[in-house]
């Protein structure tokens, strides 16, 4: 299985906007519930967004009223977004995105937020 491909990530100052992009390609994340999840240095990796096929929405209480998790279904790829906005120092991570049940990982993008 192709992992999916992440990109958008950089240095922002707090306060600032990021959006990040993802790929997906396969049938299996046609299908499923997708999800932004984000490992910051010496801490587990944890989910910060989540959405359904039919685009219902949850979100992590550390980033709900900030982030904004989108998803566009193209023929056997999906593509996922997250619009961060208000970003702040701990907001700094790794972020991956994948199905909600995911056990293995792409790259990732690197979000650091700092003046």
């Known amino acids: 299985q192709v992992q999916p491909v992440e990109s958008g990530g950089g240095l922002v100052q707090p306060g600032g906007s990021l959006r990040l992009s993802c790929a997906a390609s396969?049938?299996?994340?046609?299908?499923?519930?997708m999800g932004w999840f984000r490992q910051a240095p010496g801490k587990q990796r944890e989910l910060v967004a989540q959405?359904?096929?039919?685009?219902?929405?949850?979100?992590a209480d550390s980033v709900k009223g900030r982030f904004t998790i989108s998803r566009d279904n193209a023929k056997n790829t999906v593509y996922l977004y997250l619009q961060m906005n208000s970003l702040k120092p701990e907001d700094t991570a790794v972020y991956y995105c994948?199905?909600?049940?995911?056990?293995?990982w792409g790259q990732g993008t690197q979000v650091t937020v700092s003046s």
């Open positions: 994948n199905t909600v049940f995911a056990r293995s």
């Open positions: 396969g049938t299996i994340f046609s299908i499923s519930s």
């Open positions: 959405i359904t096929t039919g685009g219902s929405t949850n979100y």
